[in-house]
Structure formats: C-alpha cells, structure tokens
C-alpha cells in the first residue's frame, strides 16, 4: 500500500500559470520550489494534475528521474474543483493510500520537514485530518491538542496543505505550524524582496568541507557563452584545452566531475566523451532539484560540492553548495551572490583557473 499520497494541482487561470510556470524565482519555477520540496519528504507518492498535454510531456521529461512522481492531465473544462478531483483520481486509478497530502504551490515555499510533521501528525496522534497554520509557534502548537475555534482564532489557517486520513474511524483535527524557514510568496509586488529571503535561507545553510565534486554548467562555462549556428542548426562552440587539461589534473586528487547543463547538445555530448567525464547530464532544467537527488545517491553533502556557474538558472544551486564560482564575464546577478568570481572568462581559462583553487584548497586545508 502507497502510505503517503501528496497531490499538486497545475489546473489554474492563464494568470496564476504564469506566475508558477513563466515568472522566476532565484531561477526556477515557483512550482519547482513546491515540487521539490515533495519528492524529497516522507511522501511515497506525489502526483501532479496539469491541464495541457505539452506542459505534461515536459515535465515527465525533466522529472523522469524522480520515480515517486507522476503526472495526470485533467482539461479545464473537466475541472471542478481539486477536492473532487483528487477523488475521482483516487477512485478511478485505484491508488492503495492511507493518508492524502493536498499541497498548494502558492501562497508559501515550505520544506520538507513541513510535510513530514503533517504525515507524523495524522500517524502518530490518529488524527482524521491535518491543516496547515501560519502563526502558531512550535511552543504555542502542541501538535497532539485538538484545538478549539476560540484557540485559532487570532492566527491564520493556510491552506498550503491539508491532509486526511483513509481511517473513518478517526475524529480528531490536527493543525501543524508551519517551520520558521517558509518563504512567504503570496505578495507578487515584492517579489525581489521574497527572492532576496530565499538566497539568504539558502547562503545560511552552506557549509565548508573538502571537495569531492565539482559541478559545471556548459555554456557560459566551459565556452565563451556563444553558440554558432547554420541552416540545419547547431553548429559549432568554443572549448578551451587549457580547461580540459585541468579537469584532467583535478581528478588525480580524487576530485569527481559532474556536467548538469540545460541544453541537449550532441556538440556536448561529444566534447564531455572526449574529457571522459563519467557524470554527465543533458537537458536538466530543474538543476537544483537534479543535484538534490544527485548528492543523495552519491551520499555526500552540498558541502563537498564546488559549483560553477554563469547565469540565473544556475543560482540556486550556487547558493546551496560548498564553494561557488563563476567566471569574469558571468552575469551580475550570479557574480553577486558567488563566493568568488574568477579572473578568467569562461571558455578562456576560467575551468583551469578554478581546478587551481580547489587542489591548493583541498591540500592546504584538509
């Protein structure tokens, strides 16, 4: 039986899509931050209700490593609400479940220790269902207590998530606060204020170890930025040897090499089989999940990981690592928030300049 269900609804205006969809947050999606903070809780299964079939094959095809996702495609004119919905899909797809967890990409970005306290509330105190509360404190939310209206009633219900219970036998409501590293995203108007919170809470989790990997994006890091193309397509871009030659050297300190780029290039490809890069991977548009997953499966910490980058989908991760970098031409947002910004440009050295770092780091300190 699938202990834990949470479901995610995509179904929303044109408007509220593209502020989850288009409109970015430290470089990703503001779904992206939601959904990732899903598959890596307690939750045994996670599905995603979307309402176009494109947006669906997109994201089967960027969350095609995350083997506890899934995504349902319900039309718009289908939609009534997500409470009936989401049991039609129970219903109709036969899903074995004991406890369903409903999550709202807006309004908050939560983490996943949020989701675990509302799954161990409804398990461990028997409860029939379980809000989300923002306003209660840890000390003033004593998460067994069923609360009466007269205790709620100066604090705010939010429903960034509820959840019940498959045991009708139960009766008892749970209210989980919500942990004090939630980001409040209801405010569009501020969005760079929220943006700033969000690389703060990120930068304050950083810590300092050896290196044991070094990520790299592509372009803009291994080239010059500049792609070259004729009537069939890409055609050409710019790779430094001197970089090449350091990766080469870097990895003689038991330095691994990992390549997490956006684009799926075969010029790439290529050039990565050459360096003899083992950890290569193409078309990652969510890169801070993907690494997330990465650092797991490697059972190392963000803080074994050096990272560098050139732009604003990379930021987030630049944020999260160990060591950050990014090449002299990188963009001024990334500049501003890495730990250090090379001398040299990228596809001009920047890679060989950076091995440099690590190896004399590595020895001096470790």
Not at 127 to 135: E, F
Not at 289 to 299: A, T, Y
Not at 334 to 339: A, E, Q, R, S
Request: aromatic content about 10%; some cysteine; proline content about 2%.
């Amino acid at each position: 039986m699938c202990q834990n269900i949470g479901f995610i609804s995509l179904v929303f205006s044109e408007k509220q899509l593209d502020h989850l969809v288009t409109r970015k947050l430290v470089g990703r999606p503001l779904f992206s931050w939601t959904l990732g903070t899903a598959i890596f809780s307690k939750l045994d299964q996670i599905v995603v209700l979307v309402s176009n079939d494109s947006f669906k094959v997109t994201l089967e095809k960027e969350y095609h490593w995350a083997s506890n996702v899934s995504f349902i495609n319900i039309q718009k004119n289908q939609f009534i609400s997500n409470e009936v919905n989401i049991s039609a899909i129970l219903v109709d797809n036969n899903f074995p479940f004991q406890n369903v967890i409903c999550i709202n990409p807006f309004g908050v970005i939560i983490e996943s220790i949020d989701l675990n306290n509302c799954i161990d509330t409804l398990t461990k105190n028997e409860c029939k269902d379980v809000y989300s509360i923002h306003g209660f404190t840890n000390q003033e939310c004593t998460l067994n207590n069923q609360f009466t209206p007269k205790h709620i009633d100066n604090f705010k219900i939010i429903n960034i998530f509820y959840a019940f219970s498959n045991d009708i036998s139960r009766n008892v409501t749970g209210f989980v606060p919500l942990s004090d590293n939630k980001i409040d995203t209801i405010n569009y108007d501020n969005f760079t204020i929220i943006e700033l919170k969000l690389i703060e809470k990120l930068k304050n989790k950083k810590h300092c170890a050896k290196i044991s990997h070094l990520v790299l994006d592509v372009d803009g890091v291994f080239t010059d930025g500049c792609v070259y193309y004729d009537a069939h397509g890409e055609l050409a871009k710019k790779f430094d040897m001197r970089d090449g030659m350091g990766l080469e050297i870097v990895r003689q300190f038991d330095v691994e090499i990992v390549v997490i780029t956006s684009e799926n290039s075969a010029l790439v490809a290529k050039r990565m089989e050459k360096l003899q890069i083992k950890h290569v991977f193409l078309g990652v548009k969510d890169k801070f999940s993907f690494l997330n997953r990465f650092v797991i499966d490697q059972q190392i910490c963000f803080s074994n990981v050096a990272y560098m980058g050139d732009d604003v989908n990379d930021l987030a991760n630049l944020c999260r690592v160990g060591w950050s970098f990014s090449p002299q031409n990188a963009t001024d947002v990334v500049k501003n928030h890495v730990d250090i910004v090379l001398k040299n440009d990228s596809g001009n050295g920047a890679i060989r300049e950076l091995t440099s770092f690590i190896i004399k780091y590595n020895q001096r300190i470790f």
